[in-house]
């Protein structure tokens, strides 16, 4: 079935520094997600974005917290400067349309530990 | 506000036995319900969902579940489970959201199939 590719899949950065997490939606997908998971918690939504813009957004996705598809490339989740609490499971999703009862596809994560 | 609640952080089933996962949300308007699974280094698949008519549905690989709006419950199950069904299963709701998909997650119950 379709995939989404999330790169890289671990990431280790010190507190303070920028990182990028890197997504590979479904091809011809037009909505675009990040969900975070914390360690024995539930996955939360961050944020969705369509057409170039971010439709919405959680009490989550802090200031600190960026993203953009610059020309039908990466979707991208940068966070600047991290923060030890951003230590988590960040999931990339895709889907055709945006309808409640759309299928999304995810991708497999990638692990961010912040030091 | 909307939440799911998974009571079983983990089910242990020996090969060939049935499997019954057990979901309840809390949402005020109708729910659209659905269940992901993730299988190891993988993304998140949707095995099922519902969001109106038979209350019974049926999904992939012979699982399927009953929605019980009396009970806000969304029970996922399968009459004879095998090895590969080893997995981390969510249940998911979809509440009203004008700005494109955002799903509310259950903590997700992990499945263990001895052989």
């Known amino acids: 079935g379709p995939k989404v590719l999330q790169i890289p899949s671990h990431q280790i950065i010190d507190m303070g520094q920028m990182v990028t997490l890197n997504c590979d939606p479904v091809?011809?997908?037009?909505?675009f997600y990040w969900y975070k998971q914390i360690l024995g918690q539930q996955m939360e939504f961050l944020v969705n974005?369509?057409?170039?813009?971010?439709?919405?957004k959680s009490k989550l996705f802090k200031d600190q917290f960026s993203v953009e598809r610059p020309d039908g490339s990466y979707f991208t989740l940068k966070i600047q400067p991290t923060a030890l609490e951003d230590s988590a499971v960040y999931f990339c999703?895709?889907?055709?349309?945006?309808?409640?009862?759309?299928?999304?596809?995810f991708g497999s994560g990638t692990r961010l530990t912040v030091l | 506000a909307q939440s799911v609640t998974q009571p079983d952080a983990r089910v242990t089933v020996s090969e060939g036995a049935s499997l019954q996962l057990r979901c309840k949300y809390s949402?005020?308007?109708?729910?659209?319900l659905f269940w992901y699974v993730q299988y190891p280094r993988q993304g998140l698949q949707l095995l099922l969902k519902?969001?109106?008519?038979?209350?019974v549905v049926q999904g992939v690989n012979g699982f399927e579940a009953e929605f019980s709006k009396s009970n806000s419950s969304f029970h996922l199950r399968k009459a004879s489970v095998h090895w590969s069904d080893s997995a981390v299963y969510f249940c998911?709701?979809?509440?009203?959201?004008?700005?494109?998909?955002?799903?509310?997650f259950g903590i997700g119950t992990r499945v263990l199939v001895r052989p």
């Open positions: 999703a895709s889907s055709s349309q945006g309808a409640r009862a759309e299928t999304l596809y």
């Open positions: 091809s011809n997908h037009l909505y």
């Open positions: 974005f369509y057409n170039g813009k971010v439709m919405e």
């Open positions: 949402y005020s308007g109708t729910p659209y």
């Open positions: 519902y969001y109106s008519g038979d209350p």
């Open positions: 998911v709701l979809s509440a009203t959201n004008s700005a494109g998909n955002k799903l509310t």
